[in-house]
């Protein structure tokens, strides 16, 4: 917290201004000019790591002192939406190629592209043009969502929400297949979110000989060899059906396409290799 006292922003009025109030959280002093971050649904100034955090980019209008009090006990009249003055990070400052980069609450008086603070807004230019101390930033609320908020059929294979509620990637074999290095009697990984498979063998030229391991109902995937020297060659009989039996030597590129009838692996499409 870097404010200790009331300071009323300068600030430019926007034309998605919005004010509303919110109750404050247990033990929080927030002085009028704070920004101010929502954590399990209650106000409080804005540092960084927080837990829980809902929403940011807030400005506090008014000045609420709840350092004894429990979580609602008063409540802080918030704004966002318009232009403020802040101080620049003194650490990272920002220079005028940054305009427009989204900016991070270093604390409850300061912003920066630096540090874990929640995001504040937008980095519209400095003050007046001598001073780079204080910078312009445009307030934009920025709501996050809680987990199980979103269905992962509505997020998508391979993204996810982190513990602040933002969308991100999730390290599934769907969208970052790491490369499986086989010798003969290997057995071939096939996760239930596999869509691509990148495969070699452990020395030259390799017959596989273990069976395919049981997939899920109607799944698809596509394995790929990788390399022209170290070949891994899929045969029937290893618990997928291949046209006529002909077997397939996977070499740099070459594909094979397989799904699972629930019993057993039957081969799609196949692709010698490309140039």
């Not at 030259?204 to 020297?229: E, K, M, R, Y």
């Amino acid at each position: 917290m870097a404010l200790d006292s009331n300071l009323p922003r300068r600030c430019i009025p926007g034309g998605r201004e919005k004010t509303f109030d919110a109750f404050v959280a247990a033990g929080q002093h927030i002085f009028q000019g704070s920004d101010v971050m929502i954590c399990a649904g209650y106000a409080k100034v804005s540092t960084g790591s927080p837990t829980n955090l809902q929403g940011s980019g807030y400005t506090a209008m008014t000045e609420a002192d709840n350092t004894l009090g429990a979580n609602g006990a008063l409540s802080v009249t918030l704004v966002t939406g318009r232009v403020e003055a802040y101080t620049n990070d003194s650490g990272t400052p920002l220079v005028a190629a940054d305009f427009g980069k989204k900016v991070r609450a270093i604390d409850d008086d300061t912003v920066g592209l630096a540090g874990n603070g929640p995001v504040n807004g937008v980095f519209r230019g400095f003050v007046d043009g001598s001073d780079e101390a204080l910078v312009w930033v445009e307030k934009q609320e920025t709501l996050l969502i809680a987990a199980g908020e979103i269905p992962a059929d509505i997020l998508g294979a391979g993204l996810g929400l982190d513990a602040n509620g933002k969308i991100v990637h999730t390290a599934t074999a769907t969208q970052m297949p790491t490369l499986q290095t086989l010798a003969a009697a290997t057995a071939l990984v096939i996760a239930s979110t596999a869509k691509l498979i990148k495969i070699a063998s452990d020395s030259g030229a390799v017959t596989l000989t273990h069976a395919l391991p049981a997939g899920v109902a109607g799944q698809q995937v596509i394995i790929q060899g990788t390399s022209d020297t170290n070949v891994p060659t899929i045969t029937a009989g290893l618990n997928v059906k291949l046209v006529d039996g002909v077997s397939l030597a996977l070499a740099n590129y070459a594909n094979l396409i397989i799904h699972y009838d629930g019993s057993t692996w039957v081969e799609d499409s196949r692709a010698a290799g490309h140039a």
